[in-house]
């Protein structure tokens, strides 16, 4: 079972941050999860939420922002012992991932299949040289069916946060995905079973107990995505 920081180590450090991710690369932790959104000029950041407010403070839409306006955003606002972290760029993101032996890349959901097509061709750009250790996921079908479209090299993964069972699985293998994503509380002995015997990898989120991680990795699921890392570590190292 491999230990993947949840946007970096999101309980640990400041989330989807620059920072954030040296944090678990000084580790030693070399599995990782994150958010990728596309911005109005094209550009790939690195950010969970639409909007600023959450973890800056600011109430400001993302989408209304280029590249070259994101410096007035603190990402580590609510982190009093930490430096100011930028919304970091996809690519800036990456330079410090280049030794990480798994990327959970998760697309999150656009409006219009050509929202999806468009950023699906910058994302496969900017991940070349990644294509063994990345795995795009997403919970938007668009976001695959675009990937499938382009006959995308990278392994896939889809995300499950509705209480759909062994449909997801079907589902999963009819898009030629790889992964499922089970949201921890629908991550069953019974469906992670049937999800391994489908030949699937099975990542689960947000584990942040060690009781409940001890259970999973007995299950013998392939990634726990966690807030803290550095807790899992000491424990399942």
């Given at each position: 079972?491999?230990?993947?920081?949840?946007?970096?180590?999101?309980?640990?450090?400041?989330?989807?941050?620059?920072?954030?991710?040296?944090?678990?690369?000084?580790?030693?932790?070399?599995?990782?999860?994150?958010?990728?959104?596309?911005?109005?000029?094209?550009?790939?950041?690195?950010?969970?939420?639409?909007?600023?407010?959450?973890?800056?403070?600011?109430?400001?839409?993302?989408?209304?922002?280029?590249?070259?306006?994101?410096?007035?955003?603190?990402?580590?606002?609510?982190?009093?012992?930490?430096?100011?972290?930028?919304?970091?760029?996809?690519?800036?993101?990456?330079?410090?991932?280049?030794?990480?032996?798994?990327?959970?890349?998760?697309?999150?959901?656009?409006?219009?299949?050509?929202?999806?097509?468009?950023?699906?061709?910058?994302?496969?750009?900017?991940?070349?040289?990644?294509?063994?250790?990345?795995?795009?996921?997403?919970?938007?079908?668009?976001?695959?069916?675009?990937?499938?479209?382009?006959?995308s090299k990278f392994?896939?993964?889809?995300?499950?946060?509705?209480?759909?069972?062994?449909?997801?699985?079907?589902?999963?293998?009819?898009?030629?995905?790889?992964?499922?994503?089970?949201?921890?509380?629908?991550?069953?002995?019974?469906?992670?079973?049937?999800?391994?015997?489908?030949?699937?990898?099975?990542?689960?989120?947000?584990?942040?107990?060690?009781?409940?991680?001890?259970?999973?990795?007995?299950?013998?699921?392939?990634g726990l995505i966690?807030?803290?890392?550095?807790?899992?570590?000491?424990?399942?190292?």
């Amino acid at each position: 079972m491999q230990i993947i920081g949840h946007r970096g180590a999101r309980g640990e450090a400041p989330e989807n941050t620059l920072g954030g991710f040296q944090y678990i690369h000084d580790l030693g932790i070399r599995g990782v999860e994150f958010d990728v959104r596309q911005l109005k000029d094209g550009e790939l950041v690195v950010m969970h939420d639409d909007n600023f407010l959450r973890t800056t403070g600011i109430d400001q839409n993302l989408y209304d922002c280029t590249s070259t306006e994101l410096e007035p955003y603190n990402q580590a606002h609510i982190w009093m012992d930490w430096d100011r972290q930028i919304t970091p760029t996809l690519r800036q993101s990456l330079h410090i991932m280049r030794d990480f032996n798994h990327l959970e890349v998760e697309v999150k959901a656009v409006e219009t299949m050509a929202d999806a097509e468009k950023l699906v061709l910058a994302l496969e750009q900017q991940l070349k040289g990644f294509e063994n250790t990345a795995v795009i996921t997403s919970f938007d079908l668009k976001i695959h069916q675009a990937l499938q479209q382009i006959e995308s090299k990278f392994k896939r993964g889809l995300l499950i946060e509705e209480d759909i069972q062994e449909k997801a699985i079907e589902q999963t293998l009819q898009l030629g995905c790889g992964r499922i994503g089970w949201m921890n509380r629908l991550a069953s002995d019974q469906i992670i079973q049937a999800t391994l015997q489908a030949q699937l990898a099975v990542s689960v989120w947000t584990v942040n107990d060690l009781k409940r991680a001890k259970q999973l990795r007995d299950l013998g699921i392939d990634g726990l995505i966690t807030d803290f890392p550095k807790l899992m570590l000491q424990h399942f190292s």
